[in-house]
């Protein structure tokens, strides 16, 4: 979606709005699927997040975003297809550090939906429900610290409102059909479509990096 929006949408306002348009399309799926969420897992990222927005608050121009898209890419790939040892059991505290830097990450090239998906894949492995509502509501908070921090900073969101209006819209109805199609499909069968998708979007972004270094 960032890739998409970067088309139609100044680099500047990019972040921002996106960050917008993730916080209500990711708050119509977490209440869809709010049976589903593990609070246990979810919780402490949310109170990563908190601290990882205030400082990247202070950081979010001070590193080349094409670099931040490379290292970004090639992490997500990792983690993606090898199972880092640790993960699995991390405990609420590391759970926060984890969700801080995610945070951190999230001020600076915007697309960290995929570095939570990846880790939390491995948390909640053989329960995709689980794994999807949760991670939907570890991104609201993700955003929703966004807009606040780009807002105390000076972003005006008034003039993009129909634009992210009109695109919380679409992706609700997509979190409604999406819902039905997850309950179809097996565990096996979803893990296998994940990895192939969260890959595709990790390559675009090292793409993306690779461009800006060029």
Do not use: C
């Not at 509501?137 to 003039?159: E, R």
């Not at 695109?167 to 893990?191: I, K, N, P, W």
């Not at 296998?192 to 990790?202: D, M, N, W």
């Amino acid at each position: 979606m960032l890739a998409l929006m970067g088309i139609f949408i100044p680099v500047a306002s990019l972040i921002p709005v996106h960050g917008a348009v993730q916080l209500g399309s990711n708050s119509g799926r977490a209440w869809h699927q709010r049976s589903n969420i593990r609070m246990d897992i979810a919780l402490p990222f949310m109170l990563g997040s908190v601290a990882g927005a205030a400082i990247g608050a202070f950081i979010v121009v001070q590193l080349p975003d094409a670099v931040l898209k490379i290292v970004l890419g090639v992490f997500i790939i990792l983690i993606t297809w090898i199972a880092i040892p640790g993960v699995g059991r991390l405990g609420r505290g590391g759970l926060a550090v984890v969700s801080s830097g995610v945070a951190i990450l999230g001020m600076m090239v915007g697309a960290t939906g995929p570095v939570i998906a990846s880790i939390l894949s491995q948390l909640l492995a053989g329960d995709r429900k689980a794994f999807v509502a949760t991670s939907a509501i570890t991104l609201v908070s993700q955003h929703a610290l966004k807009i606040l921090v780009f807002g105390a900073l000076g972003f005006t969101f008034w003039p993009w409102l129909p634009l992210i209006a009109a695109m919380v819209a679409s992706g609700f109805l997509g979190t409604v059909y999406g819902t039905r199609l997850l309950d179809r499909l097996d565990e096996t069968t979803f893990r296998k479509l994940f990895r192939i998708g969260i890959t595709v979007l990790a390559l675009d972004l090292l793409r993306r990096g690779v461009a800006g270094i060029l």
